[in-house]
């Protein structure tokens, strides 16, 4: 009987080894994981907005064109010119501020020459900036004969997120007054 027991043990054993489930736990962390990830990717894939994936923008970089017809085969070329009186807007963590460039140039002193339209609950109101700017536009072609010359320039702060950055450049382009925007930096 003992040859019995001692098989009957070796076994028992062997079947408790085969029955322990060491990679049910691995696997299933595993699989939780991969599933983790899936959805984090498709959740980012739906909660991106497709309207603000690329916005144009022009950084003003060089003063008199240059060519280059070796490699590249580019020209650059001036497309725009900014004067004194192009409109300029500034963001803030607080506020929209705008006029036109002598306004934050020559007479950044004088606080009479600059509008302002506050964000509310930290929130800016672009759709209202838009109005008011257009009908800024529309008083100073009538009263001093400045037409709107198609350019904004546009200073955010260092503090505001590339998405708003991005968001107000393309809604700034919603006016019939502005074509195109024209970032800036070092105002602030």
């Not at 990679?23 to 962390?29: E, I, K, Q, V």
């Not at 990830?37 to 603000?52: E, K, N, P, T």
């Not at 650059?76 to 409109?87: G, H, I, N, P």
Request: net charge neutral.
């Amino acid at each position: 009987m003992t040859v019995s027991t001692t098989l009957q043990s070796k076994i028992s054993r062997t079947k408790k080894r085969l029955s322990e489930d060491r990679w049910s736990t691995a696997c299933w962390l595993l699989a939780l994981f991969g599933l983790l990830i899936a959805l984090s990717q498709s959740m980012r894939g739906v909660l991106l907005s497709r309207h603000h994936g690329t916005i144009d923008g022009d950084i003003p970089v060089v003063v008199t064109p240059v060519e280059d017809p070796g490699l590249h085969r580019f020209s650059a070329r001036v497309e725009a010119s900014l004067r004194r009186t192009t409109a300029t807007v500034v963001m803030t963590a607080d506020a929209f501020y705008f006029s036109d460039m002598k306004a934050f140039s020559e007479d950044f002193a004088d606080p009479g020459n600059k509008y302002i339209v506050r964000h509310v609950d930290r929130e800016p109101q672009l759709q209202t900036l838009i109005k008011t700017m257009d009908m800024w536009f529309a008083e100073r072609s009538r009263e001093n004969e400045i037409r709107p010359d198609g350019v904004v320039v546009f200073a955010p702060s260092g503090e505001i997120p590339m998405p708003i950055v991005m968001q107000v450049m393309d809604g700034l382009k919603a006016s019939q007054n502005i074509q195109k925007v024209v970032m800036a930096a070092g105002i602030l």
